[in-house]
Structure formats: structure tokens, C-alpha cells
T-cell receptor, first 110, second 113 residues
């Protein structure tokens, strides 16, 4: 079983739609959680950290469920510019390194 | 700001050839990483260096060696390249004890024939 699992998609949605991505992780000792965004043929960039209480940044909302070892990302009012691959990322304090999911591809259509 | 700089950006090798990917960061970060990215596999950690003078194996270290030359530079060496090492390689850095945000270089696209 992969340490971090995501639905690869693609998710094809119209502009203005709300879309949700899910991610599960296997290591219950994981300490920190993130969503990264990666545009085609570019490097990944941090989208947002995920906090236990859930957090929101504009149209983006991230949630963490430690009991179920589950992370989610909700994008409201999708824009064409949201088209990208979204990577779920987990940090284990012991390893001091980040583990990446394989990503979920989002295509927002006009 | 340069951030994380990787060279070369593209390279084609023949099986058995050797090469070194260079990485440098100017953000005074303690920790540096090398990942490879293959279609459908996501980013997989090859090696990392938590601080100057230390290196540790990641998920897929076989066929690679690394050197943390100083705080700024972390190189990745392929001693005898194989077609299975065809991939996009990303160097990244972060400030230990910080937010955990990784800053990536633009990637190095390597093809081994």
C-alpha cells in the first residue's frame, strides 16, 4: 500500500463548479500535511498547509481527519487557472522528509 | 531571488555513462532533497540532507550517490546510468524547524538511451 494515496483523476469540471479531492495516508505518526500544486512540466509549489482544525484560503478549503487518516481539498468557484495537478503531501517527523501522493489532475473547462 | 537552481535542465545519456546533477540554494536552508518524478508515480525521494555534513537514503536510492558540498549545494550523481533512470529530477530545500514548505528547483529532465 502506498504511504499517500490519491485518486489520479482527471477531474473535468466547468468553470464555477465546486470540486473536492481526497487523500489518505497510511502512517498514523504523520505530523504535518500539505497540498501542493503542480502545473504541467513545472515544479511543485505549496498551495496550503493543512491544520487539524481545518483552514481556508480564499476559494480553497483544506481539512484533516486524523482518526480516518484522511485529508481533503475543496475548491469553490473553479477558474480556468486552477487547472493543474494537486499533490497531497505528508511529513513524518522521524524521517524529516515529505512524502508525496501521485497527484490528482484537475481540468477546468470553459 | 534565485531560490533553488538546478543544472543541467536537460540531458541525454547513453547507458553506462555517468553524470552529476547540481543543485544550489541561496535561502540559507538547512535541509535539501533530491526527488524523481515519473508518470503515475508522483515524486519519490532519492536522498536527502537534513543539514550540512549529513545525508540519508530516501525511498529509491539505488543507482545514485549524493554529496552535500556545503550548506548551499547538494549534488546527485549517477555513476552508471540505466534507462530506468530516465525521469525528471527535482532538487528542493527547506528551513529545518520551519513551516515544512519545500522550495523546488525547475527540474532536470534526464533521458537515458
Amino acid at each position: 500500500r502506498k504511504e499517500v494515496e490519491q485518486d489520479p483523476g482527471p477531474f473535468n469540471v466547468p468553470e464555477g463548479a465546486t470540486v473536492a479531492f481526497n487523500c489518505t495516508y497510511s502512517n498514523s505518526a504523520s505530523q504535518s500535511f500539505f497540498w501542493y500544486r503542480q502545473d504541467c512540466r513545472k515544479e511543485p509549489k505549496l498551495l496550503m498547509s493543512v491544520y487539524s482544525s481545518g483552514n481556508e484560503d480564499g476559494r480553497f478549503t483544506a481539512q484533516l481527519n486524523r482518526a480516518s487518516q484522511y485529508i481533503s481539498l475543496l475548491i469553490r468557484d473553479s477558474k480556468l487557472s486552477d487547472s493543474a495537478t494537486y499533490l497531497c503531501v505528508v511529513m513524518d517527523t522521524g524521517r524529516r522528509a515529505l512524502t508525496f501522493g501521485s497527484g490528482t489532475r484537475l481540468q477546468v473547462q470553459p | 531571488n534565485a531560490g533553488v537552481t538546478q543544472t543541467p535542465k536537460f540531458q541525454v545519456l547513453k547507458t553506462g555513462q555517468s553524470m552529476t546533477l547540481q543543485c544550489a540554494q541561496d535561502m540559507n536552508h538547512n535541509s535539501m532533497y533530491w526527488y524523481r518524478q515519473d508518470p503515475g508515480m508522483g515524486l519519490r525521494l532519492i536522498y536527502y540532507s537534513a543539514s550540512e555534513g549529513t545525508t540519508d537514503k530516501g525511498e529509491v536510492p539505488n543507482g545514485y550517490n549524493v554529496s552535500r558540498l556545503n550548506k548551499r549545494e547538494f549534488s546527485l550523481r549517477l555513476e552508471s546510468a540505466a534507462p530506468s533512470q530516465t525521469s525528471v529530477y527535482f532538487c528542493a530545500s527547506t528551513l529545518a524547524g520551519g513551516t515544512g514548505e519545500l522550495f523546488f528547483g525547475e527540474g532536470s529532465r534526464l533521458t537515458v538511451l
